[in-house]
């Protein structure tokens, strides 16, 4: 089977249900790279939508961002002020005005692993960099936060995180790795990346971010 592998929705809901129309159902296991909320207008959505995804196709996977993470945190710990400077408080809001659940919303969120990894292919938010503990969470250098240069893990590492601000992926051939944030939410579209078991790259999809998606 082969892979398509979203990048960073960020809220962006009609953005979302435009590029999931390229999913193949039968032939492509979807995988989204985290950061579901925050920032676009329509968090709540984006998450129920992922949720009955998961739910309805043992296909899908969804991997955690730190967006998640900092959710879990805020609802754990007391106020993330870092995330709601963040779009934490419209989150919570559109959580509120949607009616989920926090606790669910939580529980889940827990729930999503760090990582998708086959014999060819590793898929994380952020990343592999040289740390010796790429699965603290709250480590810096972590699969959640990293922003450093990647290393290369004789592997495609596929992951988002760090926004491009362009409208195709960016490939490091030094590490084998392959950046898919796009930035929808800054108006560059969500992009798809579809590859084989081989880790062949078989097409790359950028759905351009739909204006409702982004406050004005």
């Given amino acids: ?6 990048g960073d929705v960020h809220g962006c809901f009609y953005t979302l249900e435009e590029i999931l129309k390229q999913w193949n159902t039968e032939n492509e296991h979807l995988i989204f790279v985290g950061d579901l909320i925050d920032r676009g207008n329509y968090s709540a959505k984006v998450v129920k939508k992922c949720m009955q995804l998961q739910q309805a196709y043992p296909n899908c996977s969804i991997i955690k961002g730190n967006h998640e993470y900092e959710f879990i945190e805020h609802y754990d710990n007391g106020p993330n002020l870092n995330w709601i400077q963040q779009g934490g408080d419209q989150t919570l809001e559109d959580f509120n005005t949607n009616h989920l659940d926090h606790q669910e919303i939580q ?7 760090l990582k998708f990894e086959t014999e060819n292919i590793m898929i994380t938010h952020a990343g592999i960099t040289e ?18 240069g990647l290393k ?16 195709k992926p960016l490939f490091d051939p030094k590490s084998n ?17 579809k590859i084989s078991e081989e880790a062949v790259i078989i097409d790359i999809i950028t759905a351009p971010t739909d204006a409702r998606d982004i406050r004005k």
């Fill in 1 to 6: 089977m082969n892979f398509f592998i979203i």
């Fill in 107 to 113: 529980n889940w969120f827990v729930g999503l692993p």
């Fill in 131 to 148: 740390t010796e503990a790429p699965y603290e969470e709250d480590s810096e250098d972590s699969v959640l936060w990293n922003r450093k």
């Fill in 152 to 167: 290369n893990i004789h592997k495609l590492q596929i992951h988002g995180h760090t926004p491009l601000k362009q409208e």
């Fill in 177 to 193: 790795s392959v950046n898919i944030d796009t930035g929808a939410v800054y108006g560059y579209g969500l992009t798809g990346l």
